[in-house]
T-cell receptor, first 114, second 114 residues
Framework: EAGVVQSPRYKIIEKKQPVAFWCNPISGHNTLYWYLQNLGQGPELLIRYENEEAVDDSQLPKDRFSAERLKGVDSTLKIQPAELGDSAVYLC????????????FGPGTRLTVL | AQSVTQPDIHITVSEGASLELRCNYSYGATPYLFWYVQSPGQGLQLLLKYFSGDTLVQGIKGFEAEFKRSQSSFNLRKPSVHWSDAAEYFCAVGSGGSNYKLTFGKGTLLTVNP
């Protein structure tokens, strides 16, 4: 069974440029998460989807970050415009959706903003 | 609000020695508790989890963890460390209810000396 797929794995951009990250969860997983992981820190939740609905986006900086999961399967996270402080690893995870279910993580996208 | 404290930022052990990584959590009810491992450039992999029942939980790769409610702790142990165990380890607590979320500690980096 394929795991959580993320692309690209690495991205280097100039500040003020837009950037997008893509995630394809494990087949059949209804719940999808985007996390931000700064260097030397644990992952921090940005947004949680139940199917196509964003049920928790309280930690998403909505002035520059947006996300979508139009058909309730794959998802895209966008930053526009990117700032130097956005340099981090962006992780995607998915679960079958029940409380306490194991979250399966993708390899992440490492973003460097110059 | 829930929180996780991993008191040790970096631990160094010799190969073959025993290991204990500390984790303390704060949560009002019975928590869901997890330990994840992250190798460089990789996503997080679940080692083990506790929901209820037996407070000593066995995981993959020879790891175990013990839930101690009185101490709000969920320490990870391994009797004999292998060089391949060098990685970053994250403890996480999951809340219950409709707004289920996972909160991670800052991680403990494990170095294994030959």
């Amino acid at each position: 069974e394929a795991g959580v797929v993320q692309s690209p794995r690495y991205k280097i951009i100039e500040k003020k440029q837009p950037v997008a990250f893509w995630c394809n969860p494990i087949s059949g997983h209804n719940t999808l998460y985007w996390y931000l992981q700064n260097l030397g820190q644990g992952p921090e939740l940005l947004i949680r989807y139940e199917n196509e609905e964003a049920v928790d986006d309280s930690q998403l900086p909505k002035d520059r970050f947006s996300a979508e999961r139009l058909k309730g399967v794959d998802s895209t996270l966008k930053i526009q415009p990117a700032e130097l402080g956005d340099s981090a690893v962006y992780l995607c995870a998915s679960t079958a959706g029940d409380e306490g279910d194991t979250q399966y993580f993708g390899p992440g996208t490492r973003l460097t903003v110059l | 609000a829930q929180s996780v404290t991993q008191p040790d930022i970096h631990i160094t052990v010799s190969e073959g020695a025993s290991l204990e990584l500390r984790c303390n959590y704060s949560y009002g009810a019975t928590p869901y508790l997890f330990w994840y491992v992250q190798s460089p450039g990789q996503g997080l992999q679940l080692l083990l989890k506790y929901f209820s029942g037996d407070t000593l939980v066995q995981g993959i790769k020879g790891f175990e963890a013990e839930f101690k409610r009185s101490q709000s702790s969920f320490n990870l142990r391994k009797p004999s460390v292998h060089w391949s165990d060098a990685a970053e380890y994250f403890c996480a607590v999951g809340s219950g209810g409709s707004n289920y979320k996972l909160t991670f500690g800052k991680g403990t980096l494990l170095t294994v000396n030959p």
